[in-house]
């Protein structure tokens, strides 16, 4: 059974730094496309935002514009984790993070109908 679990979430002021893992079990990440989604306070599901993905091949990333520059999603094939390193954080990058994985797609995307298993969400909060 294909599983994600995410952690690394907290309070940071905002300027400050967090690190977001998703560890898989069930199946190895390089195998697959991964993405990391947020969904807003107040907002619903289907408003979950792509923030960030990494390809199954070359490991091609992708990031929405509003992260560029400040965020970067990486690989651990040893740990069999996606991690997602989350710096200069402002108080708009608030809200749950979630992992997900796209069993069929090589490429990745941002688009959250095209992912098919979810994690539990870990929840960020930048604020003074």
């Known amino acids: 059974q294909l599983q994600l679990v995410e952690s690394g979430g907290g309070l940071v002021q905002p300027g400050g730094s967090l690190r977001l893992s998703c560890a898989a079990s069930?199946?190895?990440?390089?195998?697959?496309?991964i993405g990391w989604f947020r969904q807003a306070p107040g907002k619903g599901r289907e408003a979950r935002e792509g923030?960030?993905?990494?390809?199954?091949?070359?490991?091609?990333?992708y990031y929405t514009d509003s992260v560029k520059g400040r965020f970067t999603i990486s690989r651990d094939n040893a740990k069999n984790t996606v991690n997602l390193q989350m710096n200069s954080l402002q108080p708009e990058d608030t809200g749950t993070y979630y992992c997900?994985?796209?069993?069929?797609?090589?490429?990745?995307?941002?688009?959250?109908?095209?992912?098919?298993?979810w994690g539990q969400g870990t929840q960020v909060t930048a604020s003074s």
């Open positions: 923030v960030a993905c990494i390809s199954r091949n070359e490991s091609t990333t």
């Open positions: 069930g199946f190895t990440v390089d195998y697959y496309a």
């Open positions: 997900s994985v796209d069993v069929r797609s090589i490429d990745c995307t941002l688009e959250q109908l095209t992912y098919h298993y």
